[in-house]
């Protein structure tokens, strides 16, 4: 099983930046998938998730700007990222599960991916 973030990078506030997940090993399209991001010296913070029928949902300090999508046909998950801000800058993780969303705790899901680096400047 592996999940692989790509699409972090440096981006000035305001900017937009894509990220992606590929997926491999399981059925991708029977989970729940999510991104959950680290910043500098704080706790996991869930940010946003996909069901499997495409319902989305986003953590209030996004929503607006972060948008998730899904492609089961090429087992991938992605986070559309406008308008951000220094605070958004962080380690996003994609995870997956069969049932849980909404978490900032890595033990709640199935499958974790290593991150990628977000940074943003002012």
């Known amino acids: 099983v592996q999940l692989v973030e790509s699409g972090g990078g440096l981006v000035q506030a305001g900017g937009s930046l894509r990220l992606s997940c590929a997926a491999s090993g399981f059925t991708f399209g029977s989970y729940w998938m999510s991104w959950v991001r680290q910043a500098p010296g704080k706790g996991l913070e869930w940010v946003s998730s996909i069901s499997t029928g495409g319902f989305t949902t986003h953590a209030a300090s996004v929503k607006g700007r972060f948008a998730i999508f899904r492609d089961n046909a090429k087992n991938a998950v992605y986070l559309q990222m406008n308008s951000l801000k220094p605070e958004d800058t962080a380690v996003y993780y994609c995870?997956?599960?069969?049932?849980?969303?909404?978490?900032?705790?890595?033990?709640?899901?199935?499958?974790w991916g290593q991150g990628t680096q977000v940074t943003v400047s002012s």
């Open positions: 995870a997956a599960d069969l049932s849980r969303w909404m978490s900032g705790r890595r033990n709640d899901y199935d499958y």
